[in-house]
């Protein structure tokens, strides 16, 4: 593994960015971050309502890019595009990595209930998508209970993280039946502390998992 290896992190909305840089600080210091932010995917995404094939040759064109500015891995911290990932995943040679598949394979390493909370509603139809078949590949048998937290991602697009951590927190402490919490946008990461003072279950957060596996597949 390189000393500081150059791992390029894509985002869709500019309130990724905290929570990723804060996870890379905190378990692989020694890598050189470079963000890249293009804030019209998310509403281009809305505007189209699915994820067209124009969406998805942004995302090979962005692979490219970052490959050329010399990136070891990309981590797209934009939850709602995994096939578009995918296909830049196939067109590039170097390590390319959804935001959430390191959170999938905790999540469906046993069987069990999985509350899958988001305050992007777009994100919801691919992700329980690709957690069914990270299950099915496993062997697992999971249930997905999604929840949309509405009011979450205005309040901090509002630069309000308080009352952001605090509907995620209140969201937590509801969920009573599940075996595991997953916060679904890197966005939502801290308010993994607050949620936590509300819920004994545990709660996974998909930068802490992306940085565990991106620090893997370098090593």
Same mark, same amino acid.
């Given at each position: 593994?390189?000393? %500081?290896? %150059?791992?390029?992190? !894509?985002? *869709? ?7 990723? !840089? ?8 020694? #890598? ?7 804030? *019209?995917?998310?509403?281009?995404? #809305? ?19 970052? !490959?050329?500015?010399? @990136?070891? &891995?990309?981590?797209? /911290? /934009?939850? @709602? ?36 909370? #988001? ?17 099915? #590949?496993?062997? +697992? ?10 009011? &979450? ?17 209140? *969201?937590?402490?509801?969920? %009573? ?34 940085? @565990? %596996?991106?620090? +893997?597949?370098?090593?």
């Amino acid at each position: 593994m390189k000393t %500081k290896p %150059k791992i390029y992190l !894509v985002h *869709a909305a500019a309130v990724s960015i905290p929570p990723v !840089v804060a996870s890379f600080q905190l378990n692989w210091p020694e #890598a050189q971050v470079v963000n890249l932010l293009e804030d *019209a995917l998310m509403t281009d995404l #809305a505007a189209d309502g699915k994820l067209t094939d124009a969406m998805i040759g942004r995302f090979v064109h962005i692979g490219q890019y970052c !490959v050329k500015a010399g @990136a070891d &891995a990309i981590l797209f /911290c /934009c939850s @709602a595009f995994g096939p578009a990932v995918e296909e830049c995943g196939r067109q590039i040679s170097i390590p390319v990595l959804k935001p959430n598949e390191a959170m999938y394979e905790q999540l469906v390493a046993k069987s069990g209930t999985i509350s899958l909370l #988001a305050t992007f509603q777009p994100s919801l139809p691919s992700m329980l998508t690709e957690i069914a078949a990270f299950a099915k #590949a496993k062997g +697992t048998d999971i249930k997905v209970e999604p929840h949309l937290i509405d009011g &979450a991602l205005d309040a901090l697009l509002k630069n309000q993280p308080d009352e952001h951590n605090r509907l995620i927190a209140e *969201a937590a402490a509801k969920q %009573k039946s599940c075996d595991i919490i997953a916060l679904a946008q890197f966005s939502m990461a801290p308010a993994k502390a607050v949620a936590a003072k509300y819920t004994a279950k545990p709660i996974l957060t998909t930068p802490d998992s992306a940085v @565990a %596996k991106l620090k +893997t597949l370098l090593a």
